[in-house]
T-cell receptor, first 110, second 114 residues
Framework: DAKTTQPNSMESNEEEPVHLPCNHS???????IHWYRQLPSQGPEYVIH???SNVNNRMASLAIAEDRKSSTLILHRATLRDAAVYYC???????????FGKGTRLHILP | GAGVSQSPSNKVTEKGKDVELRCDPI?????LYWYRQSLGQGLEFLIY????????KSGLPSDRFSAERTGGSVSTLTIQRTQQEDSAVYLC????????????FGPGTRLTVT
């Protein structure tokens, strides 16, 4: 399985943008980039996914490098409720399971 | 609508006992997944169901672990002769189809083996 590399933890101030990086230098052409997050004491929840183009939804934006070897999840205005572990995942089209790594623990400072 | 539900939310059992963990997926979701998360670790895939069949059991850690799904809905994960290393949060997820991009996770069952 293609792997991703994320920082173990990050801090950000409330109401500021947050950029969460992910490296995936061995990504293949059929791999989609997915992001999930896990709030304390909850199961993971889907955030966003993309293939080549940048993506936006109500939760976040996903910026994908032109060579697809890295990507960045952008939270435009962090709130305390965004404090969670964020997982960057590669998942081939029609893949069944999700292979989770260790993720980035995001701390939001009031 | 209702999300994925799991029961019990917490289970404490003695080493050597058998336990059953239940997952109710979102209605109409054909794909169902079991994961576990040990303390401070990421999520580990266990098994996947499409309908009632399990095409991928590759993540089950030993033959003490088994799972079934009946009626294309409820699934049960059974751990026989529990060991202390089985202590973890067991998470269930479902998706509309096996290749749907979004999996919906339940709140998990916290299993403690004493």
């Amino acid at each position: 399985d293609a792997k991703t590399t994320q920082p173990n933890s990050m801090e950000s101030n409330e109401e500021e943008p947050v950029h969460l990086p992910c490296n995936h230098s061995t990504i293949s052409g059929t791999d989609y980039i997915h992001w999930y997050r896990q709030l304390p004491s909850q199961g993971p929840e889907y955030v966003i996914h993309g293939l080549t183009s940048n993506v936006n939804n109500r939760m976040a934006s996903l910026a994908i490098a032109e060579d697809r070897k890295s990507s960045t999840l952008i939270l435009h205005r962090a709130t305390l409720r965004d404090a969670a572990v964020y997982y960057c995942i590669l998942r081939a089209y029609r893949d069944d399971k999700i292979i989770f790594g260790k993720g980035t623990r995001l701390h939001i400072l009031p | 609508g209702a999300g994925v539900s799991q029961s019990p939310s917490n289970k404490v059992t003695e080493k050597g006992k058998d336990v059953e963990l239940r997952c109710d997926p979102i209605s109409g979701h054909t794909a169902l997944y079991w994961y576990r998360q040990s303390l401070g670790q990421g999520l580990e895939f266990l098994i996947y169901f499409q309908g009632n069949s399990a095409p991928d059991k590759s993540g089950l850690p030993s033959d003490r672990f088994s799972a079934e799904r009946t009626g294309g809905s409820v699934s049960t994960l059974t751990i026989q002769r529990t060991q202390q290393e089985d202590s973890a949060v067991y998470l269930c997820a479902s998706s509309l189809r096996r290749d749907s991009y979004e999996q919906y996770f339940g709140p998990g069952t916290r299993l403690t083996v004493t």
